[in-house]
C-alpha cells in the first residue's frame, strides 16, 4: 500500500513539477514575444517615415528633372548631338536604301539581258 502511494505522490509532484515548467516556458515565449512585437513596430515606424522621405525625393527629383530641361546650360550641346545622331540615322538609313535599290536594279537588268540572250 506504501508503495501505491509512493507512487501517486511521486506522479502528482511529477505532472505538477511539469506544469510549473511549462507555465514558465509560456511565460518566457510570451515575454520574447512582446519583445519581438516591440521591435517590430520600431522597424514598422522607422520604414515608414523612409518611404515617406522616399516619396518626397522622388517627387522632388521629378520636378528637379523637369526644371532642368527648361534650366540646363548645355542644352544648345544636347540638342546639337541628338540632331548630328538622327542625321547620321537617317543617312545610314538612306544609304542602306540606296544599296538595295542598286542591287535590284542591277538584278534587273542582268536578267533582262539574260532574257534577250535566251531569245
Not at 511539469?18 to 514598422?44: A, D, V
Not at 547620321?88 to 539581258?113: E, N, P, T, Y
Request: glycine letters at 4%; a negative charge; charged letters at 25%.
Amino acid at each position: 500500500m506504501e508503495d501505491k502511494e509512493f507512487v501517486k505522490e511521486a506522479v502528482k509532484e511529477c505532472f505538477e513539477n511539469f506544469s510549473i515548467l511549462h507555465t514558465m516556458q509560456f511565460n518566457n515565449i510570451e515575454q520574447r514575444l512582446e519583445k519581438i512585437e516591440t521591435q517590430l513596430k520600431q522597424i514598422n515606424g522607422i520604414v515608414q517615415r523612409h518611404e515617406i522621405e522616399i516619396g518626397r525625393l522622388v517627387d522632388s527629383d521629378e520636378i528637379y528633372k523637369a526644371n532642368r530641361i527648361h534650366t540646363c546650360p548645355q542644352l544648345p550641346v544636347i540638342r546639337n548631338l541628338e540632331d548630328n545622331a538622327l542625321e547620321a540615322k537617317v543617312i545610314r538609313k538612306h544609304i542602306w536604301m540606296s544599296m538595295v535599290a542598286a542591287g535590284i536594279i542591277m538584278g534587273l537588268i542582268v536578267s533582262f539581258f539574260s532574257l534577250i540572250n535566251l531569245i
